[in-house]
Structures are given as C-alpha cells and as structure tokens.
C-alpha cells in the first residue's frame, strides 16, 4: 500500500477529526466529534503538537500519529512524547503504523533530540510489540504516575 505521511493543515481537519474521535473511543472515551475537531484544529493552528497523518493512494484518511514537544532535564535534551498513534481497523497490520513511526523517528533525529517516549496500555499487547520490533525498549526502572487535577 502505498501512502502520503504529511504534517496535516486546516484543509485536513474533518478527516483527521473523525480519526481522532475513533482514537478516543478506542481509549474507552465517550465520542464527541466536536470536541476532537476543537482540540485537534487547536493544536494545528497553535503548532504547539506534531502531527503526522497517513493517507493511501485513495486518499483515504487511514491514520495518525501526534506527538508533543518534551525535555529531558537528566540528558539536558529536547525529547518528543509520542503520545498518540492510531489507524483505522480496516487497514491495521498494513505497515502503516510502522510507516508513522518512521516519520516520528525521523522527526527526534532532524530536530537534535534525545529520541522519542511513548506509554501504553499494559493490555495493548499488539502495540507493544510492534514498539519493541522497531526499536523502542521498555523503561524497566521507571513507573509513571498520574494525579487528577481536581478542579474546583
């Protein structure tokens, strides 16, 4: 399969919208197409995330990747966080997530960062593996911890 891997403008936003919303859901969020355009078309305009978006040679909107600009204070590096990575289940197990990758490996070397960090869910097994298959190892010594903010 062939596919067009670009950083997505305004033009883009209704697709990548409906991708995103299906991204949530997966991730057991309730829907909200609204919602997902307003935060997606946020982060183009404001260019404060970097966005990949997979189309194939049909032009279908197949799947995306976003990451968010970090910093390493150990390393005193730039670092991205890849934080979100999904492709339509139609064209999953197609090399497009691997092809995402790329551009987001390609990203950390071009900009002079440290490299990349993702976290996932301990039950996306698949995910998991194809992290590990492209080179990505898992931080054994580090847990991540989360706090709600609790909002007044």
């Known amino acids: 399969m062939e596919l067009q891997i670009y950083r997505p403008e305004l033009d883009d936003l209704d697709d990548l919208s409906i991708l995103f919303d ?3 859901v997966f991730y057991k969020q309730k829907s909200d197409l609204l919602g997902a355009k307003e935060f997606i ?3 183009i ?6 966005i990949f978006l997979a189309r194939n040679n049909d032009g279908v909107a197949v799947g ?3 990451l968010y600009p ?3 204070s150990q390393s005193i590096q730039r670092m991205w966080i890849l934080n979100d990575l999904y492709i339509e ?3 999953r197990r197609h090399g497009i997530a691997q092809a995402l990758l790329s551009s987001a490996q390609d990203l950390a070397i071009k900009s002079g960062s440290k490299g990349l960090l993702l976290c996932t869910q301990t039950t996306n097994v698949n995910a998991q593996a194809l992290y590990e298959k492209v080179g990505f190892v898992e931080l054994a010594d580090y847990k991540w911890f989360f706090q709600e903010a609790k909002h007044a």
């Open 64 to 66: 995306f990747s976003q």
């Open 45 to 50: 305009r404001n260019e404060d995330s970097y």
């Open 41 to 43: 078309g946020e982060r």
């Open 22 to 24: 299906r991204y949530r």
């Open 89 to 91: 289940k139609s064209f």
């Open 70 to 72: 970090s910093f390493s």
